[in-house]
């Protein structure tokens, strides 16, 4: 063990930091070999990583199996991957690596698929519109629908959720369907939210590491506040499932500090985004590392478990086959 940190202190005496994709450094670059970017690949998450102590993973044990069969003969695929192995251990999806060959990123299990727009649009929707991520319209009982694809595209594109209330403002109800959104940018969410809010609201809270020792943290407070020309302030329900993940399931955590809200369907991916850092290794690949654990309002972590739904509504593969939709009837009898 004495060896790996007289290596590492030998290793970044010529760097100061990585910031995102670019690297500074103080004398002379490290020699882009594959133990010098295993070196400086290990270091950099047992630095940063914040999630150690509740993925109950040793990192050292880490480096003590991979670090002896790393050498500088091993060919591009073979060292990536180690690297793969390394951090599969972690079992996060933003424990990301990629190379001009493959990406790779944890993969949740999931028991199956309980949304198909498809059956939403030709058997519920009496009026179907599209615009970007966006598909909405009416339904029966005078209830406005609106689903979210993603929250990937410009932050822009997000305000026109202030159209689609100024549309809809006599409705009985509204429905948000964020089943099988993957996520994208945490500000875009909030600018859908944010026009549901009646006041400022803590909706999670981060945990960022703080110094060398895994136990070393410091809680920050996440926070969204009213916004935009229009509010609905009546009955909303928000619909979730296994793959509504990442800044999917922060918009699901905005939202359940809504009071009027109820969120239904299954529990979500459990694919916290955990505020990751980019980071570049010597030979141009690319890395995230997640730097903070995240927690709901209570202090409930759902990395990996998902975040629990007000009412749990399931259905199977036979109500797909038929059109039916289970968690969008759910939603209808509620507001109805």
């Known amino acids: 063990m004495n060896f790996k940190y007289i290596y590492l202190t030998i290793i970044f005496l ?13 004398g002379e670059v490290p020699e882009n070999t594959n133990i010098n970017n295993f070196e400086i690949f290990w270091n950099d998450y047992d630095q940063h990583y914040g999630r150690f102590v509740y993925k109950n993973v040793n990192w050292d044990s880490i480096y003590n199996v991979y670090r002896p069969i790393v050498n500088d003969d091993l060919t ?36 199956g698929i309980n949304f198909n727009m498809y ?48 549309l809809y403002s006599d409705v009985n109800g ?22 549901f809010i009646d006041k400022k609201h803590t909706y999670k809270y981060n945990y960022y590491r703080t110094g060398t020792d895994y136990n070393d943290v410091e809680n920050y407070k996440a926070t969204i506040s009213p916004a935009g020309e229009f509010k609905y302030l009546d009955d909303i329900v928000v619909l979730q499932d296994q793959y509504t993940g990442s800044a999917g399931e922060d918009f699901i955590l905005m939202m359940k500090v809504v009071p009027n809200a109820t969120i239904i369907g299954d529990y979500s991916s459990g694919n916290a985004g955990g505020c ?9 690949w690319i890395y995230r590392i997640p730097t903070c654990l995240q927690t709901s309002v209570d202090g409930v972590p759902f990395e990996g478990i998902g975040i629990k739904p007000d009412i749990q509504v399931l259905f199977s593969a036979g109500d797909v086959l038929f059109g039916k939709d289970a968690i969008l009837e759910k939603a209808i009898e509620m507001l109805n």
């Open 14 to 26: 010529g760097i100061i930091i990585f910031y995102s994709c670019e690297k500074a450094f103080i």
């Open 119 to 166: 059956n939403i649009t030709h058997n519920y929707l009496i009026d179907t519109n599209f615009n970007g991520p966006f598909t909405y319209g009416l339904l029966d009982g005078n209830i406005a629908y609106l689903y979210i694809l993603d929250f990937k595209y410009d932050y822009d594109t997000y305000l026109f959720i202030d159209d689609f209330l100024e």
């Open 174 to 195: 509204i429905i948000i369907d964020v089943r099988s959104n993957g996520g994208g940018n945490e500000g875009s969410a909030k600018i859908i939210a944010s026009r």
């Open 76 to 111: 591009d695929h073979q060292f990536f991957n180690i690297l793969e192995r390394m951090i599969s251990n972690l079992k996060d999806g933003h424990a990301i690596l990629e190379s001009g060959f493959r990406v790779y990123g944890y993969s949740y299990n999931r028991s």
């Open 276 to 284: 990751p850092l980019t980071r570049e290794l010597l030979n141009g």
